[in-house]
């Protein structure tokens, strides 16, 4: 037997097209953010430090300061930037062009699997179960850039999307943006905090993305250390902000003028 | 992925695509030089997987929609999640059982399936969609399941 030709080898035209579809689907993400002058995750690789709080407060600020924003809540199992930003239920229009964003506090556009799923209800999927480890990533990853490429953002100053704890959702959002997008960081002030917040720093920093600086949440009682310092020293970053348990309005709006 | 016809070295064409409802996928294809023909068959966790990418095995017969992945595969999907904005002038229109058994798709995908219905009705110039020009358009663009 001749040996048999390789993948690479064989060159008529493939009716399945699947890198042509996934490229397809890059391409509607690129386009549909082509009016978005700045893409800035919001991340840190601990959980519980207050990023989507600060995301939906940041997002608030920037608009009361003349900018478009929006916020795509990426955390797609424990959403809960439409609470933050004071919207209720309505149904999402929805034409062939595009599904319209939800609008928040300030204007803030948003969207959000809350605005999807039924209430108190988990993000499941249809499919087989007993395997869904080997696909609910790959699905994840796909209503990621489904929130991505199928809202009508129309022109945005800032989109700012607020991540899950961990780090497998800015690697898939790399992935999908074709482009690492700039990062904000959120800690807390402890040590314990300072350890993951550092390495996901570092992945982002692998990964190419620019480090606007650090924000430290619920400083002054209860959490003693010096996180935000540190990883700042460390990484050659502004801390943007300090924000106390109980901060005033004007916290917010010093924030918004640093990022 | 392709398919090699090793006895006359040529690549494989895809032929057709079934999605046969219990979670599997067959995919048939023909050597365009002695015509032999062979069927891809994944089972239930690798046509999920393939599904979960946003692609379709054999091409695409219908425009991605919007949130496609997730009207379709979200088994959690609120009923009131989505609301259609109203449809060009000269949408076809529906036959009582047409709509009877649009009625029975879920809600939270209703409105993707009514529209990719009225879009097939449009371009070719029908009317009325009834329950026969949904069975042909399910067979023409492969809408296993809508």
Redesign the interface.
Known sequence: ??P??T?HE???A?????PE??G??RR?VAERLAGVGRVIAVMSGKGGVGKSYVTAHLAQALARSGRAVGVLDADLNGPTIPRLLGID?A?????????EPARGADGVKCISMA?????G????????S??SF???G??EA??L??LLS?VTWGALDTLLLDLPPGMQRYVELCDILGAPPAVLTVTIPTAESGDAVRRAMRAAVDRGSRLLGIIENMTGQGFEGTAGDDLAREFTVPVLARIPWHPAPGVWDGLGGRV | MKFLCVDCDKQMAFEERHLPGDGTLAATFKCPTCGRVVAMLTNPMETQLVSSLGVEIGGRTVPEQPFETVRKMVATGREDAFVEASGPNGAPSWSPEARERLARVPNFVRGMVKRIYADYANERGIAEITPAVMDTARGELGLEGM
């Open positions: 037997m001749p048999i030709r993948y064989l060159t008529d493939d009716r399945s097209g699947l579809q996934i397809a689907q509607r239920h149904p999402l229009s929805t034409s062939p062009s595009g599904i605005m999807l799923l039924e209430d209800a988990p993000l499941a999927f249809k499919g087989p007993a395997e080997v696909w609910r790959a699905m796909s209503a850039r489904e199928d």
